[in-house]
Structures are given as C-alpha cells and as structure tokens.
C-alpha cells in the first residue's frame, strides 16, 4: 500500500512530528508501506526523530514560515500567493505518485485536498481536540470573533463531510464532531518502550511540555508554592522547550525554593528522566490526548492531571493509576499531589495499575488499528 502524509515540517520537536516518525517508520519497516512524507517548509533541514530509510520525504519548499514576519495586510496577500503555489505543486506530486491513500494533518491542504483527483483515498488526522483546534473561542466577548469562529468551524465540517475518513484521538472528542458520519478515534502509540520502571524512591514530582500557555505550567507552580511547603522533602522538575524567562520569574514572584523546583529544556533522554522520579503532573489546560501521560504511566509514575483537559480523562482511571481533579484549579490539585506524596504505599498500588494501563498504547496496538482503517478505506475504492 502506497501512503503519503502531508505535514508542514519534521524538524521540529513537536508531538506531531513524533508520532508521525514513529508510525511512518512502522508502517514501512514491519508492514512494508510505501510512505511518503511531503513537506512545506523546512527545506534542507534534518528530521528531529529519525526517519527510517525506507521513508521517503520530499519538500515542496513553499516557505509558509516567512508569513511569520509578516503584517496583517501583507499576510494575507502572502499567504493566497503561497497556498497557490502549495496546491499547485502538491497536486502535481500526488498525480505523480499515484497514492492508494493521501493523509493530511489537518494544516493548509485541508483546504484543497479531496479536490485533488489522483486516485487516492483521502483521510485528515487531528491531533488536538475540537475545542482548541485553532483556539477559537464562541464564547469570546467580540461578536465579530464569535461569528468568525462559527464561519470557520462550518466551512472545516464541510471540507471533512468529504473525506473518506477522518481521524480524532478520543472517543470523548469523536462525540464532539456533530453532522458527520466518518469519524473515528485512535490514539497516539506509545512513542518508546521502557527498559525499566521507577522504583519510586527519589521523591520527585515530573511535569514535560512545552513552556506555553496550553501545557499550564503556570498553574503547576501555583500549585507547587503551596505543594514545598507541605511536602519539604519533595522536588519539583519540569522538561521542555520554550522560553523559560516568564515562568522563572514566576517561581521568584510565589517565592518557591529554586533548589527543589528546576526549570529545564528538552531532554533526549525522557525515560531516564521518568524514571528518576515519583509522580507525574499534567497541568495542562487543554490536551489532544498526553502522550506524556502515557510515557509517564508507562515507566511506572502515577499522574495527577487536570480533568478539563481533554485527553486525560480518557487515559487516567480516577483513583486506579491516577487522580484526576476540576480544570485549573490549583488547590485541588496541590491537595491532590500531597495526598498522593504522603502516602508511598497508594504511590505504588496505583504504579503498578498505571503500567498495565499503559500497555493498551503499544505501538502493536496501535498501528493495528491503522492498519484495519487503511484496509478499510482502501478496500471501497
């Protein structure tokens, strides 16, 4: 079977970008797809996560970056040049290849890709949730804002109403697409096995995202301030990219001791990381799923996570492996994380659960689960 994905970019350390690694490489080594990854921007840049040799990727070099620097006037006119470009080159790559099935991530092909006639099936692949996808908000206080937000949204329904099929993480947001008849849910894999678990001695609470406003990280040292002081024996440390400056100054600002609450940037060596610590926090105001979730489970951490996020509550079994508590509320959530640190035994009761839970992500699973879809989809051609 012949699979092309359209992405922005893989350079990147996004989750996006992740999963799709893991899954291209899957399908072409243990399922022998021929996938391709088509590209817009990025040119002559390396993959962040390794691509098999068998992956082929090509780029299109349109360069949607550049409207970052741009004014609002000028973005525009940019913007329609270069999405002119885009469907122009990326219909002349789809005519050539001759693809069984066409993926898009749900980025500026959407607009245009079931209008590409090359003979492949087409399915689109969201990984956030409805409510934050674009972060258009209905509930905004400028009208012109609400009515935008309501054009938009009905103008995507009815370029999804149109492929084949389309893809959310969970059944919980799957609910959430009224009017159409072609979705399904499938999570994200696990993105890498454990060689081992922690043994949850190091008291050590672990938080991973990036530094933005989405992952909630504001909240988390909300939550810390009150967190030490109940706790003293306990340490706080946060893994990401981002800028760091704004949540420094926060920790300086509620007064938390710097020497058990570290700030730091992205590892390559996460499991180590997870390993190394007690519990897991996922503060985050609004999630597609939390694969951190998942690895953190999986190396044998308990979470405590934010119930409004969609995403965790589909993963974490209150009171099992996990303690789920009202979105945003910082002193539920303290309270939460220090009843769980007070009680090493319960810590270990709900390790060995969150494990077991963790093995329904495996990438077997998981990537059995495409591959019933693809099959599906291809076989009504």
């Given amino acids: 079977m012949k699979i092309v994905y359209c992405t922005p970019s893989i350079y990147i350390a996004g989750g996006v970008e992740r999963v799709l690694a893991l899954k ?3 399908f072409a080594e243990r399922f022998g797809y021929d996938i391709t990854i088509i590209l817009t921007d990025g040119a002559g840049k390396q993959p962040y996560y390794p691509l098999s040799d068998k992956v082929k990727v090509i780029n299109l070099d349109i360069g949607f970056e550049e409207l970052w620097t741009c004014s609002f006037i000028k973005k525009v006119f940019v913007y329609l040049r270069k999405q002119r470009l ?3 080159k990326l219909r002349t790559e789809l005519m050539r290849l001759c693809p069984d099935i066409t993926v898009s991530m749900l980025r500026r092909e959407i607009n245009f890709i079931t209008d590409i006639k090359d003979g492949s099936r087409k399915i689109g692949e969201l990984h956030v949730n409805k409510a934050n996808y674009r972060n258009f908000n209905e509930s905004d206080s400028n009208m012109f804002k609400r009515l935008f937000a309501r054009f938009w949204m ?5 370029k ?6 389309f893809v959310v993480l969970t ?3 799957l609910k959430e697409w009224h009017g159409l008849d072609n979705v399904a849910s499938i999570p994200d894999p696990l993105s890498f096995t454990p060689s081992g678990r922690s043994n949850l001695t190091r008291k050590r609470v672990i938080a991973v995202g990036r530094y933005c406003h989405e992952k909630g990280f504001d909240l988390l040292l909300k939550a810390w301030s009150k967190v030490e002081k109940e706790c003293t024996d306990w340490e706080l440390a946060i893994f990401g990219m981002g ?4 949540y420094e100054r926060l920790t300086d600002e509620l007064g938390i001791d710097r020497s058990r609450c570290r700030l730091n940037g992205s590892t390559r060596d996460i499991e180590r990381e997870y390993t190394d610590s007690a519990l897991f926090v996922l503060s985050s105001r609004f999630e597609g799923f939390g694969m951190v979730l998942v690895e953190a489970m999986a190396c044998g951490l308990p979470a405590v996570a934010f119930d409004g996020a969609c995403g965790p509550r589909s993963i974490i079994s209150h009171g099992e492996d996990g303690l789920l508590v009202p979105a945003e509320n910082t002193d539920k959530l303290a309270d939460a994380m220090v009843q769980l640190m007070k009680s090493p035994e319960r810590i270990k009761q709900m390790a060995d659960k969150a494990v077991v839970k963790s093995q329904q992500y495996d990438i077997d699973i998981i990537a059995g ?3 019933a879809l693809f099959e599906d989809v291809y076989n009504k051609k």
């Fill in 24 to 26: 291209a490489n899957y």
């Fill in 86 to 88: 885009f469907k122009r």
């Fill in 154 to 158: 009905a103008s995507l329904v009815s």
């Fill in 160 to 165: 999804l109403k149109r492929l084949d099929r």
């Fill in 171 to 173: 059944d919980e947001d």
């Fill in 243 to 246: 800028e760091r400056e704004p």
């Fill in 369 to 371: 689960k495409w591959r």
